[in-house]
């Protein structure tokens, strides 16, 4: 069976401080994964998706993740945070048998001034 | 594009009643997605819906939840009779693609959701 880990379901950084934001998936198939965001009383918004092209894959409002077969790992990141990052984010992986979505936890992004 | 439209925003009602919560989908998608949030258990897909045909509906709690799709561009998830467990956020999501979202460079596009409060 698919499934994906958040660690740490809340995560407080400075402004303009590194973001990092973890997703691990246990997959016994090469995976499809995905980063959606959602800002508060709003629905969820792709952030960015790996399907088994480059393992460096950017998204939009400067987030990236990479794509690690060895760590079974998809981590989300961005350089310098901002104070409209303040949202949950969460981390997805395709379910091959049924089409299927499965979403982790999620994390609360914090930043502080 | 006005994208996912989902109504009604918020609704409160009392335990035994029914709630209709409903949802149009972007114009010209052809799949559609019903998800439930709460605070246990993250965001489960109940239900979703290709051309108009359930396609999996494993998600679904139990017998008093129903999901129609009636048409390409509306869709319906019902409870009857609710219960306080049944307070969530629902969202709706909709995608285009030949597979009917069995392939995930399908975007999946979210409405704003529904809060229900069941009393």
């Given at each position: 069976a698919q499934s994906v880990t958040q660690l740490g379901s809340h995560v407080s950084v400075s402004e303009g401080a590194l973001v990092l934001l973890r997703c691990n998936y246990s997959s016994s198939v090469p995976p499809y994964l995905?980063?959606?965001?959602?800002?508060?009383?709003?629905?969820?918004?792709?952030?960015?998706?790996?399907?088994?092209?480059?393992?460096?894959?950017?998204?939009?409002?400067?987030?990236?993740?990479?794509?690690?077969?060895?760590?079974?790992?998809?981590?989300?990141?961005?350089?310098?945070?901002?104070?409209?990052?303040?949202?949950?984010?969460?981390?997805?992986?395709?379910?091959?048998q049924g089409g299927k979505l499965i979403f982790g936890q999620g994390t609360e992004l914090s930043v502080k001034p | 594009?006005?994208?996912?439209?989902?109504?009604?925003?918020?609704?409160?009602?009392?335990?035994?009643?029914?709630?209709?919560?409903?949802?149009?989908?972007?114009?010209?998608?052809?799949?559609?997605?019903?998800?439930?949030?709460?605070?246990?258990?993250?965001?489960?897909?109940?239900?979703y819906f290709n051309n108009n045909v359930p396609i999996d509906d494993s998600g679904m709690p139990e017998d008093r939840f129903s999901a129609k799709m009636p048409n390409a561009s509306f869709s319906t998830l019902k409870i009857q009779p609710s219960e306080p467990r049944d307070s969530a956020v629902y969202f709706c999501a909709s995608s285009l693609g030949t597979s009917g979202g069995l392939y995930p460079q399908e975007t999946q596009y979210f409405g704003p959701g529904t809060r229900l409060l069941v009393l």
């Amino acid at each position: 069976a698919q499934s994906v880990t958040q660690l740490g379901s809340h995560v407080s950084v400075s402004e303009g401080a590194l973001v990092l934001l973890r997703c691990n998936y246990s997959s016994s198939v090469p995976p499809y994964l995905f980063w959606y965001v959602q800002y508060p009383n709003q629905g969820l918004q792709l952030l960015l998706k790996y399907t088994s092209a480059a393992t460096l894959v950017k998204g939009i409002n400067g987030f990236e993740a990479e794509f690690k077969k060895s760590e079974t790992s998809f981590h989300l990141t961005k350089p310098s945070a901002h104070m409209s990052d303040a949202a949950e984010y969460f981390c997805a992986v395709w379910y091959n048998q049924g089409g299927k979505l499965i979403f982790g936890q999620g994390t609360e992004l914090s930043v502080k001034p | 594009d006005a994208g996912v439209i989902q109504s009604p925003r918020h609704e409160v009602t009392e335990m035994g009643q029914e709630v209709t919560l409903r949802c149009k989908p972007i114009s010209g998608h052809n799949s559609l997605f019903w998800y439930r949030q709460t605070m246990m258990r993250g965001l489960e897909l109940l239900i979703y819906f290709n051309n108009n045909v359930p396609i999996d509906d494993s998600g679904m709690p139990e017998d008093r939840f129903s999901a129609k799709m009636p048409n390409a561009s509306f869709s319906t998830l019902k409870i009857q009779p609710s219960e306080p467990r049944d307070s969530a956020v629902y969202f709706c999501a909709s995608s285009l693609g030949t597979s009917g979202g069995l392939y995930p460079q399908e975007t999946q596009y979210f409405g704003p959701g529904t809060r229900l409060l069941v009393l």
